[in-house]
């Protein structure tokens, strides 16, 4: 009940093409659902996060999407550029379990010219 | 803003000795500071939640006694890893939460460990 699945696990996108990658979690006390971006030998870095009150958020190329009634997210990367090429987790935490993030298996994108 | 650190960024020990790893939080406090492991190409795996002034609370698995963490004060968490052995071995991450953001995670860059 605490995984967060995610997929695909990996994906090629064409220059300026638009990336998606989807999560789903089962349970239901998940109140915060960040997305992280992470490079090879690096941290993971904050690219946007929603709360389940509401349905979408947008910064810049990335949005979220957000069904609470399917219990699924996904990240949209518009316009993709080759510098978007690296792994990105999705996560749930909930405010009542210490903000524990569950983190997703990964997808390792890859924008090609 | 928002910036966590992390030392060293790579270490290499050998077998039996023990290493220190250092996690801050440099231009915010941090009540709450999150202690992973990360295997080439999986996901993080959570080791432990450390909480400034208390003890850490571990994950089902993770050997507190072998995994010492100390949350010392507001801005600075370590981990120290002790008798190390090869499978050890792994990518070591470190994030805070601030007292003022509710759910947000900044994570360190992460170091390195190889145990020969």
């Known amino acids: 009940q605490q995984q967060v699945k995610q997929s695909p696990q990996s994906l090629i996108v064409q220059k300026g093409g638009i990336s998606i990658i989807n999560c789903a979690y089962e349970n239901t006390a998940f109140d915060y659902f960040p997305w992280y971006q992470q490079f090879p030998g690096k941290g993971p870095a904050l690219l946007i996060a929603i709360r389940p009150d509401v349905s979408e958020k947008k910064e810049g190329r990335f949005t979220i999407s957000f069904n609470k009634s399917a219990k699924q997210f996904s990240l949209h990367i518009m316009d993709s550029q080759p510098g978007d090429s690296a792994t990105y987790f999705c996560?749930?935490?909930?405010?009542?379990?210490?903000?524990?993030?569950?983190f997703g298996t990964g997808t390792q994108l890859k924008v090609e010219l | 803003g928002a910036v966590v650190s992390q030392h060293p960024s790579w270490v290499i020990c050998k077998s039996g000795t023990s290493v220190k790893i250092e996690c801050r939080s440099l231009d915010f406090q941090a009540t709450t500071m999150f202690w992973y492991r990360q295997f080439p190409k999986q996901s993080l795996m959570l080791m432990a939640t450390s909480n400034e002034g208390s003890k850490a609370t571990y994950e089902q698995g993770v050997e507190k006694d072998k995994f010492l963490i100390n949350h010392a004060s507001l801005t600075l968490s370590t981990l120290t890893v002790t008798s190390a052995h090869p499978e050890d071995s792994s990518f070591y991450i470190c994030?805070?939460?601030?007292?003022?953001?509710?759910?947000?995670?900044?994570f360190g860059p992460g170091t390195r460990l190889t145990v020969t």
């Open positions: 994030s805070a939460m601030s007292l003022a953001g509710l759910y947000e995670q900044y």
């Open positions: 996560a749930a935490s909930m405010g009542g379990g210490g903000n524990k993030l569950t």
